[in-house]
């Protein structure tokens, strides 16, 4: 999994926002995301398959949605809001390392990007404006940030910024 970078997401559906197919930098590997329990509307628990690697994003307590937890390849990261209540800046941490991530504009949710590493840079954006269907990733982290990590900034930007329908 280590040797391809996650580039993009496209919803899967064009009116669902619960399935999403992943691109990589290799055109013959991509993966899905998508809800666990979409018969019944629970937004509160993600799978996701990329090859042979599978991972698991839950809120960790289903009345609090400011605090998720990412598990991919033995790793888990950490996600809280950095201010109760609001959604556009969460600190991350996998036990290695600690980031920000947050909405580059307070009232735009259509850029997100990594704050004040030492890591390297991580950003996503739509890759059409005003349109929440189609993200690219930019991942130009150090190789020992975990794919839970970047997986965590992927997911909260994608969650955060479109309907729930």
Do not use: C
């Not at 190789?143 to 990590?149: E, G, K, L, N, T």
């Amino acid at each position: 999994m280590s040797q391809h970078t996650i580039i993009g997401l496209g919803v899967k559906w064009a009116d669902s926002f619960g399935e999403w197919e992943v691109q990589t930098d290799h055109e013959d590997i991509n993966g899905l995301l998508q809800l666990r329990w979409a018969y019944r509307n629970d937004w509160t628990e993600w799978d996701f398959r990329l090859g042979d690697t599978t991972a698991t994003i839950r809120k960790k307590w289903k009345d609090d949605p400011g605090l998720w937890e990412i598990s991919a390849l033995g790793k888990t990261v950490t996600a809280r809001t950095t201010w109760r209540g609001d959604f556009r800046s969460w600190r991350l941490d996998d036990g290695k390392h600690s980031f920000t991530w947050k909405s580059r504009y307070s009232n735009i949710l259509e850029e997100w990007e990594l704050r004040e590493s030492s890591s390297g840079s991580f950003s996503v954006y739509t890759y059409y404006k005003g349109d929440p269907r189609d993200w690219v990733v930019m991942d130009e982290l150090d190789q020992d940030v975990s794919f839970a990590m970047r997986l965590a900034m992927i997911f909260l930007t994608i969650y955060h910024s479109t309907p729930k329908v």
